[in-house]
T-cell receptor, first 111, second 114 residues
Framework: DVKVTQSSRYLVKRTGEKVFLECVQDMDHENMFWYRQDPGLGLRLIYFSYDVKMKEKGDIPEGYSVSREKKERFSLILESASTNQTSMYLC??????????FGPGTRLTVT | AQSVAQPEDQVNVAEGNPLTVKCTYSVSGNPYLFWYVQYPNRGLQFLLKYITGDNLVKGSYGFEAEFNKSQTSFHLKKPSALVSDSALYFCAVRLTSGTYKYIFGTGTRLKVLA
């Protein structure tokens, strides 16, 4: 079974802190994705990566950056956390161009 | 702008009755289409997909979906609902021109009543 793991299930950070969310997949997938999920808004794509060191902006990249140094690992970075970044963050991976496999999510609260 | 619409925030259905969760899309080209389900406090799980071929696709847990190109729709169906089907359902499209992006709908909460 494909496994996508995320570094934390729950995280509480203060405004202005730098936050790292890590995602690891074990199925050698080329593509990896970061979404945020908010009630009534569904999943919105922040960034995705289709190869190591390659990244592309999604629909809401402002305030975020990403890093993919190894194929299995995709990190989301909040450079200076703000309260409007309080959300559920979901990581996913896929073989191109098929279904995505999701991690359990990280619920981030910024106070 | 390219988009996916799930017109119903919530669908209620009695156990044993057929269910339909609607999805329409407005994107360029011929996208790939997906349905996912999210149970409480869990990540999304893949249910089924349409890439090409037969317009009726079958997936996990007895679900199926019908692709209609002229109506740009991909409705999720199940002949007989179970209480355990109660969850949040997301429709998604994978764009096929210019980008590898997926676009998700806003989700439909399905409530199956005993």
């Amino acid at each position: 079974d494909v496994k996508v793991t995320q570094s934390s299930r729950y995280l509480v950070k203060r405004t202005g802190e730098k936050v790292f969310l890590e995602c690891v997949q074990d199925m050698d997938h080329e593509n990896m994705f970061w979404y945020r999920q908010d009630p009534g808004l569904g999943l919105r794509l922040i960034y995705f990566s289709y190869d190591v060191k390659m990244k592309e902006k999604g629909d809401i990249p402002e305030g975020y950056s990403v890093s993919r140094e190894k194929k299995e690992r995709f990190s989301l970075i909040l450079e200076s956390a703000s309260t409007n970044q309080t959300s559920m963050y979901l990581c996913a991976s896929s073989y191109e161009p098929y279904e995505q496999y999701f991690g359990p999510g990280t619920r981030l609260t910024v106070t | 702008a390219q988009s996916v619409a799930q017109p119903e925030d919530q669908v209620n259905v009695a156990e044993g009755n057929p269910l339909t969760v609607k999805c329409t899309y407005s994107v360029s080209g011929n996208p790939y289409l997906f349905w996912y389900v999210q149970y409480p406090n869990r990540g999304l799980q893949f249910l089924l997909k349409y890439i090409t071929g037969d317009n009726l696709v079958k997936g996990s847990y007895g679900f199926e979906a019908e692709f209609n190109k002229s109506q740009t729709s991909f409705h999720l169906k199940k002949p007989s609902a179970l209480v355990s089907d109660s969850a949040l359902y997301f429709c998604a499209v994978r764009l096929t021109s210019g980008t590898y992006k997926y676009i998700f709908g806003t989700g439909t909460r399905l409530k199956v009543l005993a």
